[in-house]
């Protein structure tokens, strides 16, 4: 069986501005350090496809996309909030990062791969149902989610999130939706300082404090998200891929390692393998420092190779 790769030039275009951590380069690292270690032929490429607004409004309310579209500039940029911008090349990036979730759900069910890696931009994780924030303007995974859901071939979906930053936006479209549970961690507190007083039947949330390091990274997957993922048996699993807690990554302080990302996706395909035939969908989310990026996304494909 193969691992899908899925990508689209219009996903360099989009630029948030001098400076700007989420940079059109975060994808040509990837794509260079796999090449130069020799994974790149290992894979089988695709090209994203746009996604449809059908597909979108699955988890996006029509006034949003709507605002959003009016919003797009058509020189220079404009910001939605002071971390997130938008250049006129944005939303054509994003379609194409939606899209690329949806066309790796489809080959997944198919059973054309194993498995698929999006590498894709913007990211998602942080876009709720009305309001773009984070980076992000399409929720990219719970697009793919809602997708897999939508055609019937499966009846639960879990949605993993081991970027350094809390997914508010995937737990704000699917809260209390009995046919996904989500998991994340992430380091706390910190951005987007989401209330650990929420609770939700489908929700295990994993906080980690700044500089704990693999060893609170690992128990909190093991305690928490392997027991809950058991339970549930998932029969799709779809991963917010954020390589940000990495230790050289300078917007966060969990201190992780290629080697935490290889165990943590070893763990998912795992749960994955007992319950969902391995049908894994990861798409990328955070991870900012060029060369801790690349390592950790070869680290994470190489166990879904595997």
């Known amino acids: 069986m193969h691992t899908a790769f899925i990508t689209h030039p219009a996903c360099r275009e989009h630029d948030a501005g001098p400076w700007h951590p989420e940079a059109p380069g975060r994808l040509a690292a990837i794509e260079d350090h796999l090449i130069a270690t020799g994974l790149d032929p290992l894979l089988r490429h695709y090209e994203a496809p746009e996604v449809t607004r059908e597909q979108l409004l699955r988890v996006h309310d029509a006034g949003y996309l709507d605002a959003l579209d009016a919003r797009s500039p058509e020189h220079g940029l404009i910001h939605v909030d002071p971390d997130t911008a938008m250049n006129p090349h944005t939303l054509a990036a994003a379609r194409r990062a939606a899209g690329a979730v949806v066309q790796a759900t489809d080959l997944v069910l198919a059973g054309t791969v194993q498995n ?125 891929a954020g390589f940000d807690g990495h230790r050289d990554d300078e917007l966060a302080q969990l201190c992780l ?19 969902a035939h391995g049908r894994v969908v990861s798409v990328l989310e955070g991870g900012y420092d060029l060369l801790a990026l690349a390592r950790s996304v070869r680290a994470h494909l190489d166990i879904l190779l595997t």
């Open 116 to 240: 698929a890696f999006c590498c894709v931009r913007p990211p998602g994780h942080h876009a709720e149902r009305r309001r773009a924030m984070g980076f992000c303007f399409y929720n990219n995974v719970a697009v793919g989610a809602a997708h897999a859901l939508a055609g019937g071939q499966v009846q639960r979906v879990a949605i993993v999130d081991f970027d350094v930053h809390h997914g508010n936006g995937t737990e704000e479209i699917f809260h209390h939706h009995a046919d996904v549970l989500l998991c994340s961690s992430f380091q706390h507190p910190f951005y987007p300082y989401t209330d650990m007083n929420f609770r939700a039947p489908n929700v295990i949330h994993a906080p980690i404090a700044a500089g704990l390091g693999s060893d609170a990274f690992r128990s909190a997957i093991e305690d928490e998200w392997l027991p809950a993922l058991d339970r549930f048996a998932p029969q799709m699993i779809f991963i917010s």
């Open 257 to 275: 390692t290629e080697d935490d990302y290889a165990w943590v996706t070893q763990a998912v395909c795992g749960v994955a393998a007992r319950h």
